[in-house]
């Protein structure tokens, strides 16, 4: 009776074990045993070159901050993480000849609309699709992400991965009048107001650009898609990104506005305008650089399409030439064409020679 008490005790104990363990292994599955000698890698980040787009050296843009490295074991999804909350070194202990894929994320949020929470991984997809929301960006605090495939050897002692910020940079440069050709207005006072992206994408992947076919179409994924801040999503905390208000500068024929302006948004594919006359007409269209100024007393809109983004790359609007009147509506161009001239060149990378960081 005992005997069979205690066997029956014992079987009771083995299958709860088994059962609490069951969800251990599937949030993080057993590492294979035997399976190599552990060998220490030591993940280390540092700067990016310096930006020559613009000639101008931007050490925020490289700012390596918060950051987490997540290394999973291919043929059994057994994985590592760890993080570093100053962008310092972070080292990690791995079996030597397995085969890992390693993805890097960079200057992430842990609270808010698009926080990243390393502790909740527990597969590549959760990092790969995970939503990346344009408000988590600032000047000095761009996210950033990569992968890369390693097999530590003994003796390994480094890693790095290659980065790349998930925003696309738009600067514009040079803004200046020509009226020559219309006397009726070289009479008038040319203001420069204010600078701004419209049609900005509200969220991306960690892990891929958008295509279009993963677009939305509602207008509720987008900033500015009426204006600045005149349609939904008014979000002050935008403005460092999308734009530059209360510039207030008069510009004539000799005296051009030649301040460096540069905003950061998500990849955007679509490469066409979308021309519309009615504002109740929502459909998919590119980013746009909006230069808004006075005539006189009457508020004008010029628009500037940015050819399909992709993310770190950098798209330079340069040389702007304003020769007659703009539009009454920031989404209406009713323009002649020759009313804009201008040059647009697209860095395949930030620093306009290599389009990644090393970390």
Known sequence: MDKALTYCTLAVLLLLSVSCAKPLKWVNPQEPENSGDMVTVLFSASDAAESKATGITDESERSIGRWAVFAFDDSSNWFRYATS????????????????TCYAVVNYSTSGTGAFVPSTITEPSHIKNKVA???????????MYGRKTITP???????????KRIVSRINLTGISVDFSAKPLLAEKTFTLRHVYVTNAYRTTLFGSDYTEAQLSDARTAWYNSGGWHRGENAEPEMDA?????????????DSPYLVPLSFYAFPD??????????MDVWCRRCTRLIIEATLGDETMYYQINVPAMERNYVYSATDIVIRGRGSSDPEIIDIDPDVLDLSFDINDGWDGSDSEINL
Request: net charge positive; glycine share 14%.
């Open 85 to 100: 909350d100053t962008g310092g070194d972070i080292a990690m202990n791995l079996r030597a000849g397995r085969q890992y």
């Open 133 to 143: 929301y344009l408000g988590d960006n600032a000047v000095g605090r761009l996210l």
């Open 153 to 163: 050897v003994p003796g390994m002692q480094e890693c790095r991965i290659a980065v």
């Open 241 to 253: 990104l999308l734009g530059q208000r209360g510039i207030n500068t008069v510009i004539t024929a």
């Open 269 to 278: 594919p679509v490469p066409i305008g979308n021309d519309r006359h009615q």
